[in-house]
Nanobody
Framework: QVRLVESGGGLVQPGGSLTLSCVASGFPFSNYAMRWYREGPGKERELVATISSLLYSDSYINYVDSVKGRFTISRDDPMKTVYLRMSSLKPDDTAVYYC?????????WGQGTQVTVST
């Protein structure tokens, strides 16, 4: 079955950096777009970044405006892993970060990893 396991969260000071990882299994990873979402305290879950499959000529990467220039999404298909490199972190980036797969109309989620940006 599909499994998504996030790691890499933690406590970081404003201006700091973290890299999140999501290891996937149970489906043909390279064929599918992968996404990172986050849910901050008292906020709705929001889409942060998307990376399409790299198998096709129309591959793409998208970011929510609030993280453009600070976050970088990437993928390693042989390792079945998607990454989110976060830099210049702000207190507003504090959230639980989730890896997401949308496959055949069904959404799959990892357990999430907590990122706290604070002094």
């Amino acid at each position: 079955q599909v499994r998504l396991v996030e790691s890499g969260g933690g406590l970081v000071q404003p201006g700091g950096s973290l890299t999140l990882s999501c290891v996937a299994s149970g489906f043909p990873f390279s064929n599918y777009a992968m996404r990172w979402y986050r849910e901050g305290p008292g906020k709705e879950r929001e889409l942060v970044a998307t990376i399409s499959s790299l198998l096709y000529s129309d591959s793409y990467i998208n970011y929510v405006d609030s993280v453009k220039g600070r976050f970088t999404i990437s993928r390693d298909d042989p390792m079945k892993t998607v990454y989110l490199r976060m830099s210049s972190l702000k207190p507003d980036d504090t959230a639980v970060y989730y890896c997401n797969l949308l496959m055949r109309g069904e959404a799959y989620w990892g357990q999430g990893t907590q990122v706290t940006v604070s002094t």
